[in-house]
């Protein structure tokens, strides 16, 4: 069984930083390319950040790129999202999933809140 567990969520100041984990079991993780997603209360799920198998490339969206940065350790299965200069229009739920354009597969979120 497929398993994805985020955590590293909670309350940041605009401009602040966290880091998010997400622990993954059940599949070959490491021959996944994996992606975070976000939704923000009332809006519809976003592609955020996304690393091939290897990590030898990684995608951001737009709205993120140079702020937010993804990595992974295969040999730990667990994928990382580093968050800086947050602005509170990063307050959404944050996901990990399996896939780059669709996502079989992701957890259950964490919450980042950013607020002054």
């Known amino acids: 069984e497929v398993q994805l567990v985020e955590s590293g969520g909670g309350v940041a100041q605009p401009g602040g930083s966290l880091r998010l984990s997400c622990a993954a079991s059940?599949?070959?993780?490491?021959?996944?390319?994996m992606s975070w997603l976000r939704q923000a209360p009332g809006k519809e799920r976003e592609w955020v950040s996304g690393?091939?198998?290897?990590?030898?490339?990684?995608d951001y969206a737009d709205s993120v790129k140079g702020r937010f940065t993804i990595t992974r350790d295969n040999a730990k299965k667990m994928l990382y999202l580093q968050l800086n200069s947050l602005k509170s229009e990063d307050t959404a739920m944050y996901y990990c999933?399996?896939?780059?354009?669709?996502?079989?597969?992701r957890g259950q979120g964490t919450k980042v809140i950013v607020s002054s």
């Open positions: 690393i091939n198998y290897w990590g030898g490339t990684r």
């Open positions: 059940g599949f070959t993780f490491d021959n996944w390319y």
């Open positions: 999933a399996t896939g780059k354009y669709e996502w079989p597969s």
